[in-house]
């Protein structure tokens, strides 16, 4: 599965940015993709993550309530809809896919591909 992620870029705080998420190879059928960012000197830090059948959510306790996930079947494609942008979310995001259950979705070592990774750079 090849994933590749877009849409990082350089924003004010306060302002939006929406990620996207898309695989070239097959569809995420039977899969949950989620989102990690990683800031430097940091470790991997959960985002949100959403199963492709269903529709179920979830998100990290830092971002809950300001960032939103959702996915477009036609396009294959997961977004990460990003609002009221704060300095302490700049990292570079990173999209991948797991098939484990909801109580590991949080866990990055249960994701078995990854994007290449979007940087999202937030002035203050």
């Known amino acids: 599965v090849q994933l590749q992620a877009s849409g990082g870029g350089l924003v004010q705080a306060g302002g939006s940015l929406r990620l996207s998420c898309t695989t070239t190879?097959?569809?995420?059928?039977?899969?949950?993709v989620g989102w990690f960012r990683q800031a430097p000197g940091k470790e991997r830090e959960f985002v949100a993550a959403?199963?492709?059948?269903?529709?179920?959510?979830g998100y990290g306790d830092s971002v809950r309530g300001r960032l939103t996930i959702s996915k477009d079947i036609a396009k294959n494609t997961v977004y990460l809809q990003m609002n009221s942008l704060k300095a302490e979310d700049t990292a570079v995001y990173y999209c991948?896919?797991?098939?484990?259950?909801?109580?590991?979705?949080?866990?990055?070592?249960?994701?078995?591909?990854w994007g290449q990774g979007t940087l999202v750079t937030v002035s203050s």
């Open positions: 991948g896919v797991t098939r484990g259950p909801y109580s590991t979705w949080s866990t990055s070592n249960v994701y078995i591909y």
């Open positions: 190879v097959r569809t995420f059928s039977n899969y949950v």
């Open positions: 959403i199963r492709w059948s269903g529709g179920t959510t």
